[in-house]
């Protein structure tokens, strides 16, 4: 969090984009320490507002010296709030926030899973994966046609973009995990990134350790804080030294290691973690 500033920033436009809402923030002194994967924590509801709980977003692209931009689903009581600004309205924002995805030294081949407005972090990934010579597939899937975003950009940001949906309204019918295995074979890739839904995030770090590649799981915990000092959004994570902490996804993630956590554990106290209080003890 050390690049991070809390800052009044002027929205410089806001449009619908499909499902979404696709939105433009001036953010000069945020945008050069953005890295794909960091979030902003966004202030809602204008001054005097109840809601006290900053919201989190990806940030989706960042123009140094300029802007941050955010893509976001309108269906909470924050997020309606954020859809009737305006261009030119002031809103306080946090950023750039937790730990990014780790790229890799190497020119390996990378595949990127997203779900939804999933796919808002991936385009600036795609790019900073391509400038180290990494060959990049990228496999985007939704419900349904309408809630896929951002297949465009990434045909041009990516090697080759996979579209799949629930209902077959575009692309393959299924889930992102089923056309999973063949990109990982074709590229020979040593890892995936991937955020978007839990249940999406934990079948792919599942498919990519069967297939030999790594994973990197951007998480959507529930966040009260955004910066470390609440514990709302912790979760079960197996560190290097073997053993389950309860670690904060607002810091050390939103990325983490898709082997690394007990997605099964989620929203629950393991009994065999660090520091679980001894069930029968004193
Ligand atoms: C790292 C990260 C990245 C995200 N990226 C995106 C994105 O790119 N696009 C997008 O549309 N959404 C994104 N989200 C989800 C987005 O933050 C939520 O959709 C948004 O907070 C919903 O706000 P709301 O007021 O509309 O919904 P509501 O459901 O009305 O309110 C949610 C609020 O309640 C808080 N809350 C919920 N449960 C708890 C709890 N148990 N304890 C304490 N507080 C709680 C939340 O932190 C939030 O502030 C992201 C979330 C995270 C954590
Ligand atoms: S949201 Fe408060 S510690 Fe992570």
């Known amino acids: 969090m050390t690049n991070a500033q809390q ?6 436009s806001i449009e619908p984009v499909g499902s979404y809402y696709h939105v433009v923030f001036s953010a000069p002194s945020i945008a050069e320490f953005v890295e794909p994967g960091h979030f902003v924590a966004v202030a809602v509801g204008g ?11 990806s940030i989706h692209r ?6 941050i931009e955010v893509i976001f689903a309108a269906h909470g009581q924050g997020t309606e709030w954020l859809s009737t600004t305006r261009r030119g309205d002031l809103i306080d924002i946090v ?31 795609a790019q900073a994966l391509r400038e180290r010579g990494c060959e990049v ?38 889930r992102v995990t089923d056309a999973l295995p063949n ?32 994973s990197q799981c951007a998480v959507e915990e529930s966040m009260a804080c955004g910066i470390g000092v609440c514990m709302t959004c912790v979760l079960p994570v197996i560190g290097d030294d073997g053993v389950t902490r309860m670690v904060r996804s607002c810091v050390e993630g939103p990325v983490f290691r898709g082997d690394r956590v007990r997605w099964d554990d989620v929203h629950t106290v393991p009994s065999d973690v660090f520091g679980a209080p001894v069930v029968g003890g004193h």
């Open 7 to 12: 800052v009044t920033s002027e929205i410089l």
């Open 47 to 57: 001054v005097g507002s109840a809601m006290l709980l900053r919201r989190a977003f």
């Open 62 to 67: 960042a123009t140094p010296g300029h802007s």
């Open 95 to 125: 950023a750039p926030l937790g730990t990014p995805f780790a790229l890799p030294n190497q020119p390996i081949g990378a595949v990127l899973v997203a779900g939804g407005y999933g796919a808002a972090p991936m385009g600036m990934l």
């Open 137 to 174: 597939e990228v496999i985007l899937g939704a419900a349904t046609e309408t809630k896929l975003f951002g297949v465009l950009d990434l045909a041009r940001d990516a090697d080759s973009v996979t579209v799949t949906t629930d209902d077959g309204s575009s692309g393959l019918r299924g």
């Open 183 to 214: 990109a990982i074979e074709r590229i020979n890739a040593k890892v995936v990134y991937a955020c978007g839904p839990m249940a999406m995030l934990k079948a792919v770090a599942r498919v990519a350790s069967e297939h030999g590649a790594f």
